[in-house]
C-alpha cells in the first residue's frame, strides 16, 4: 500500500525558509512522477513543483520559481521543497502527490493525474 507523509510545515516570517519533506513508501517509485500541491482557505487547490522521481526533471509554477526547490533522494524514498523568500500569500496546506504520469505540463500540474496523495502539513507565512 503506498503511502506519502509529509512534515516540516509551521509558522515562518516573510522572506524566511521551510523545507517540507515527503516520505513515500509502499512500492518503487521509479516510474513516478511526484508532486506538490497546495490549498489556501476558500482557494482551490494549486500545483507547485513537480519531479520524475528517476531521472530528477523538475518543473515549477510560475509563482515559486526562483524561491522554492524540489528535490529527492532516492537512498530514503524522500521527497523535499525547500522554500525560501517566503510570503503571507504562501500560507496553505501543502500536500505531495505521486503517479505515473506522462511528463507534460497539463499533466503534471492537474490534480486528479495523481494517484496517491499525503494528508499535507501546514505552512503559515506572516508578514
Known amino acids: 500500500q503506498v503511502q506519502l507523509v509529509e512534515s516540516g510545515g509551521g509558522l515562518a516570517q516573510a522572506g524566511g525558509s521551510l523545507r517540507l519533506s515527503c516520505v513515500a513508501s509502499g512500492r518503487t517509485f521509479s516510474e513516478y512522477a511526484m508532486g506538490w500541491f497546495c490549498q489556501a482557505p476558500g482557494k482551490d487547490g494549486e500545483f507547485v513543483a513537480a519531479i520524475r522521481w528517476s531521472m530528477g526533471n523538475t518543473y515549477y509554477a510560475d509563482s515559486v520559481k526562483g524561491r522554492f526547490t524540489i528535490s529527492r533522494d532516492n537512498a530514503k524514498n524522500t521527497m523535499y521543497l525547500q522554500m525560501s523568500s517566503l510570503k503571507p500569500e504562501d500560507t496553505a496546506v501543502y500536500s505531495c502527490?505521486?503517479?505515473?504520469?506522462?511528463?507534460?505540463?497539463?499533466?503534471?500540474?492537474?490534480?486528479?493525474?495523481?494517484?496517491?496523495w499525503g494528508q499535507g502539513t501546514q505552512v503559515t507565512v506572516s508578514s
Open positions: 502527490a505521486a503517479g505515473i504520469i506522462p511528463w507534460t505540463v497539463l499533466n503534471l500540474t492537474t490534480r486528479r493525474s495523481y494517484d496517491y
